[in-house]
């Protein structure tokens, strides 16, 4: 049966819920802080899972959250694969969220950026041809895992999130998928954010001809460039917004979801703008992550 890895970050999410985001040179109080179980890693496997497509995660946690690990297996996650390290704590990130929903993030990477090279035979020698793999930019192993995974005839969807320079340097001509958001996509075409939008998308195309390449936009929705179809759009769900930490990753669990069980773009396209608006009215990032139900189940 095809089953998707997901090689990816494992996070504890300490959220301030806060009137207006902090400023430069500014301190501001709160009264809410909780912590929850996150990183887009385990986000987008945690989505997976619920969105009904069989997941392996594959990543590396501090030696004193393998309850986080636990979770992610009462999640419906196959987690053999989830290493614990005694040298490194886990990676953790600070996150602000405002009145309106809005967020800022400071991630640390901890034991996500010091997986063992070792990992990669270990979780590919159980990988079968025309499998998935799913890459985020939050650990250190990724442009090893693309080689790697395009050598066992594996199909790959990046997210190259949080963007950095150096993703440029990556093997993109490994990745089947791309699935952005518009700061991501600016980065990769080497073009301002905020440049038109169907401009950002040709050049993105001619970049990378042959893969299919998915912009999130947030209220606005997505688009779908891919070489089978061209381009599809879909306009985003209504929803009462409480936080969209996990809006995005919740998108690309369902739509990869769809994707690999050979549903068309569009229809890929309309069940993860379903899935992020249900979780966008919810707080935290695992806990708002909805069920295929629960998407089925959401009225428009």
Not at 21 to 30: K, R, Y
Not at 36 to 55: M, T, W, Y
Not at 90 to 118: K, L
Not at 135 to 141: A, G, P, S, T
């Amino acid at each position: 049966m095809m089953k998707v890895i997901n090689f990816g970050s494992l996070n504890l999410d300490y959220v301030y819920q806060v009137k207006t985001l902090v400023q430069p040179g500014e301190t501001i109080s709160c009264d809410t802080m909780t912590r929850f179980p996150g990183g887009k890693g385990a986000n987008q496997s945690v989505a997976l899972a619920r969105a009904g497509i069989p997941v392996w995660h594959a990543g590396m946690l501090g030696a004193n959250d393998e309850w986080m690990r636990n979770l992610l297996a009462e999640n419906g996650v196959d987690i053999r694969f989830v290493r614990l390290s005694e040298t490194w704590p886990s990676g953790h990130a600070i996150i602000q969220v405002d009145a309106r929903g809005m967020n800022s993030i400071i991630v640390y990477g901890g034991a996500n950026q010091h997986i063992p090279h070792s990992l990669i035979g270990q979780v590919l020698d159980e990988a079968q041809e025309g499998d998935w793999l799913v890459l985020q930019n939050e650990i250190n192993l990724t442009p090893e895992l693309l080689k790697a995974g395009k050598a066992a005839g594996m199909k790959i969807c990046f997210n190259p999130a949080p963007f950095a320079a150096d993703v440029l340097d990556f093997p993109l001509d490994c990745v089947d998928v791309f699935i952005l958001n518009e700061i991501e996509a600016a980065g990769l075409a080497r073009r301002p954010v905020g440049m038109d939008l169907d401009e950002l998308v040709e050049e993105l195309q001619q970049a990378f001809s042959e893969s299919t390449l998915c912009i999130t936009l947030g209220a606005d929705g997505a688009v779908c460039q891919s070489p089978e179809t061209g381009l599809v759009r879909q306009s985003a769900f209504a929803a009462r917004v409480v936080d969209t930490t996990a809006a995005g990753d919740t998108f690309i669990g369902f739509f990869l979801a769809e994707i690999a069980q050979r549903a068309s773009i569009q229809a890929a396209l309309e069940i993860a703008c379903k899935a992020a608006a249900v979780t966008i009215s919810r707080h935290g990032a695992i806990p708002s992550i909805p069920t295929r139900q629960e998407v089925d189940d959401f009225k428009v």
